[in-house]
Each structure stands twice: as C-alpha cells, then as structure tokens.
C-alpha cells in the first residue's frame, strides 16, 4: 500500500514560481526508489495531461531521466529524493494557462500504481 500527497500549490501572479512536493508513505519507503514518478493536470474542462516525468535513480541514471511536455519546457523541472521517497516539481515563470489541480503519480511496476489527492495551483492577476 502506497500513500501520495501533494503539497505546495497556491494563488501565484503570473511570472512567479511555486515547489509543488509530493512524499509517499513511509509503507513506500523500500519500493519508492524504482518507481517512476509523474507530475500531471488538469484543468476545468480539460483532459488530464501528463505534465513531467522521473525515471528511477539508480547507479546508471543517477537521479532519474527526465521529460517534460512541451507548454513547460524550460520553466518547470521535476526532481526526486529517494531517501525521503518525495517528488518536487520547481514551477517558474508560470502562465494562467498553467492553471489546473495538480497530481502525483507512482508507477512502480508490478508493485502497483498509485495517484495522490491533488493540489491547486491557480496563476492569475
């Protein structure tokens, strides 16, 4: 059983920055290390859209392999903290359009996947 739960969001100006965070449950804390970890969205009459993705820390990809998708790229950076099994997602010069609840997501193979309750992140003026 793995608990998520996101941490950070807020009402933010357009051209600031939020840290979203994102720690599981100290019963993921031997399975949090291969899990790949996503950030995803969504927005009042959207889809979900995957935001950015982690790929497990290990001796040949060090922390992770990282994607983004492409209406972030250059302001948003995701990173992972194995030894205390939390996520962050670094949110700079965000846009109104950035708008949306924002979710956890843990894909830990045939361990299970697994989302966290969301967090919301409102950019306007």
């Known amino acids: 059983q793995v608990q998520l739960v996101e941490s950070g969001g807020g009402l933010v100006q357009p051209g600031n920055s939020l840290r979203l965070s994102c720690v599981a449950s100290r019963s993921a804390r031997s399975m949090f290390s291969i899990c790949t970890m996503t950030w995803w969205r969504q927005a009042p009459g959207k889809q979900r859209e995957l935001v950015a993705t982690?790929?497990?820390?290990?001796?040949?990809?060090?922390?992770?392999?990282?994607n983004y998708t492409d209406s972030v790229k250059g302001r948003f950076a995701i990173s992972r903290d194995n030894a205390k099994n939390a996520v962050h997602l670094q949110m700079n010069r965000l846009k109104p359009e950035d708008t949306a609840v924002y979710y956890c997501n843990a894909d830990c193979s045939w361990m299970g996947n697994y989302w966290g309750q969301g967090t919301q992140v409102t950019v306007s003026s």
């Open positions: 982690i790929t497990r820390g290990d001796s040949t990809t060090g922390g992770g392999v990282t």
